[in-house]
């Protein structure tokens, strides 16, 4: 699994996200941060783009990751997030 780490300039909802083509899993990092997990073989990439381009949104930062499923897990489940 790869993660993509994406920031918007405004506030994006989760249900929204999880119907980008490609995309298995969403986490909130931050207000306008997401990290959205797909398959290694699929690049989400220009779907981001364009759901950014069609909602108004500006891509403020973009990084892809590869990351174990422990990884995340333990991330995620850390006391405090």
């Known amino acids: ?19 980008l083509a490609g995309v298995l899993n969403v986490h909130r990092k931050e207000d ?11 690049d989400i990439r220009p779907a981001v783009f364009r759901f950014a381009v069609d909602n108004g949104l500006q ?12 990884d995340i897990f333990k991330e995620l489940t850390r006391p405090g997030k």
């Open 1 to 19: 699994r790869v993660l993509l780490e994406v920031e918007f300039d405004l506030a994006v909802h989760a249900n929204v996200l999880k119907n």
């Open 32 to 42: 306008s941060t997401w990290l959205l997990e797909h398959d290694a073989t699929t």
């Open 59 to 70: 891509v403020l930062g973009m990084r892809r990751t590869e990351r174990a499923l422990e």
